[in-house]
């Protein structure tokens, strides 16, 4: 395993949205960045630092919302088995996934629940205590109401018990909190609201009881209504928020609230549509819908970290999260504030700051090297050439065996 003292990197994308800074030498200690100083290749000696001068070094990346044990496979038969798996199927499509993460530079994700909470059960019994190229947050199974939409990434409150009460059961055991305020958005007509699932009340008592136990607390919702009594309950992050509207953003702007767009959930369903149908078609509208919300955000200041939804049809985990970047930049974000969206931010709403986040001195060396300069740095992204988690390479990148190195000790390593 190769370690890093000094680098030359061509460009520096930091994560903090400033520019990307040209002729760098970072160097690198103890699995953190001690300096980083302008410099011009004359000031470097032959060999006393490894020359990444044609490449760009961006930190490694952050995909907010996951669902770790469903794939984003079109196969409807595969679809459905993956909703009965065991706990050791699902173990295998959690390993599996993490390689594709790992691979594709992404270092932190938040997971948002599955039916049976095995993305959490599966970092209790193989990443906890242990140290992990990728770091995982998970919220097990999310909180829906009972008849509507959440059973497949998550339960309901037992009889009897309200949202407080089910949080207070079982907040402790999970990383953050997730509760479900709405329902998908149709496909069938356009900007078609579902009623929210939860009261003002039910929710505002569900995240002070989620805080008071140290748990963040993120809430699916899409529409007008749900995403606006989601923001006043002071949830931390609203996930999709499609046809949220602008008075909501400006709530969120001054609120802090972070916004996660998944805005390639709809893309990906407009390429895995059949061409030409009504779903197709009002996909399309929902996604651009989204991207103009985007841009309004951007205006308003409204912060957003990168999410991708991985698991939803067609989103595949790592990739998915480049997808997301893309549209960001369709949105009006530049390269670098699109990074942002997808390290600093995110590593600030997951709490995984002393694993990556952005690159200054004092922060981990945890970053992501691709040969291209920033103009071509998307078309690139997909197949990095290095990734480096706390001063270490990590297998992954370009040239890296593929496998997700943090279960070495399961005998999951052998997935397709
Ligand atoms: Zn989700």
Not at 112 to 120: H, S
Not at 191 to 206: H, I, K, M, V
Not at 320 to 344: D, Y
Request: aromatic residues 4%; hydrophobic residues 40%.
């Amino acid at each position: 395993m190769k370690q890093f003292r000094h680098i030359l990197v061509g460009s520096l994308i930091d994560g903090s949205g400033g520019p990307a800074r040209q002729g760098v030498i970072m160097t690198l200690g103890r699995g953190r960045i001690v300096s980083i100083v302008e410099a011009s290749v004359d000031d470097v000696k032959p060999g006393a630092v490894e020359d990444l001068r044609s490449f760009t070094v961006l930190p490694g990346f952050v995909d907010a919302h996951v669902h770790l044990a469903i794939s984003g496979t079109e196969n409807a038969e595969d679809r459905k088995a993956q909703r009965k798996a065991s706990f050791e199927e699902a173990a295998f499509a959690v390993e599996a996934h993490l390689s594709r993460h790992i691979r594709h530079g992404v270092v932190a994700v938040r997971d948002g629940g599955d039916k049976n909470g095995y993305a959490l059960l599966y970092k209790k019994r193989f990443l906890e205590g242990r140290s992990v190229p990728v770091a995982v947050k998970a919220a097990g199974q999310a909180w829906h109401a009972p008849g509507r939409y959440g059973s497949l990434i998550g339960t309901t409150p037992q009889t009897g018990e309200n949202l407080e009460e089910a949080i207070t059961r079982s907040a402790m055991k999970s990383d953050h909190v997730k509760i479900v305020n709405s329902g998908l958005n149709s496909l069938s007509r356009f900007g078609d609201d579902t009623a929210p699932q939860f009261s003002l009340d039910e929710l505002e008592n569900a995240v002070k009881k989620a805080h008071a136990l140290g748990r963040k607390v993120m809430i699916h919702a899409n529409g007008r209504v749900p995403v606006g009594i989601a923001v006043e309950a002071g949830c931390d992050s609203i996930e999709h928020g499609f046809f949220m509207g602008r008075e909501n953003l400006e709530k969120m702007a001054r609120m802090g609230t972070i916004w996660v767009p998944t805005a390639c959930t709809m893309a990906a369903y407009v390429k895995t549509l059949p061409k030409n149908s009504r779903e197709a078609e009002v996909a399309r509208r929902n996604l651009d819908h989204q991207l103009e919300q985007i841009r309004t955000a951007r205006t308003l200041g409204v912060q957003i970290a990168a999410g991708t939804d991985s698991g939803s049809l067609g989103v595949h985990h790592g990739r998915g999260l480049l997808r997301e970047l893309r549209l960001l930049m369709t949105a009006g974000f530049r390269l670098e504030e699109a990074v942002k969206c997808a390290s600093g931010l995110g590593a600030a709403l997951l709490g995984v700051e002393s694993h990556t986040g952005t690159l200054a001195p004092g922060r981990p060396a945890t970053f992501v090297v691709v040969r291209a300069a920033p103009a071509s740095l998307l078309q690139n992204l997909d197949d990095p050439d290095l990734i480096v988690v706390k001063g270490k390479e990590v297998q992954g990148g370009k040239g890296g065996r593929e496998g997700f190195t943090g279960t070495s000790r399961t005998d999951l390593l052998s997935v397709p």
